[in-house]
């Protein structure tokens, strides 16, 4: 079965950084693009970036272009999310996704 767990939130003060990471199981991770996703009290979830199967083709959302870097290793069946220069406004459950699976979450919390 697949699965993807997220982990690395927390409460972090604005302008740190935070790195997440998601585990893939039960599938073939090299095989399919990963996807981060987030979402804010009372918003929709929302797309933040996406990399595909060999990790050349990446795209960021407007709102974290040039402060979030999406990585992956597929021998290690992980895909990262680095954040940097965190606003209050990057504050949400993250999630990753591939196709119609989904981790659990991870909440991060940027505050001062």
């Known amino acids: 079965q697949a699965q993807l767990v997220e982990s690395g939130g927390g409460v972090v003060r604005p302008g740190e950084s935070l790195k997440l990471s998601c585990a893939a199981s039960g599938f073939i991770l090299s095989l399919y693009a990963i996807n981060w996703y987030r979402q804010a009290p009372g918003q929709e979830r929302e797309w933040v970036a996406g990399i595909d199967s060999s990790g050349r083709i990446i795209k960021y959302a407007d709102s974290v272009k040039g402060r979030f870097t999406i990585s992956r290793d597929n021998y290690k069946k992980t895909v990262s999310l680095q954040m940097s220069s965190l606003k209050p406004d990057d504050t949400a459950v993250y999630y990753c996704?591939?196709?119609?699976?989904w981790g659990q979450g991870t909440q991060v919390t940027v505050s001062s």
């Open positions: 996704n591939t196709r119609d699976t």
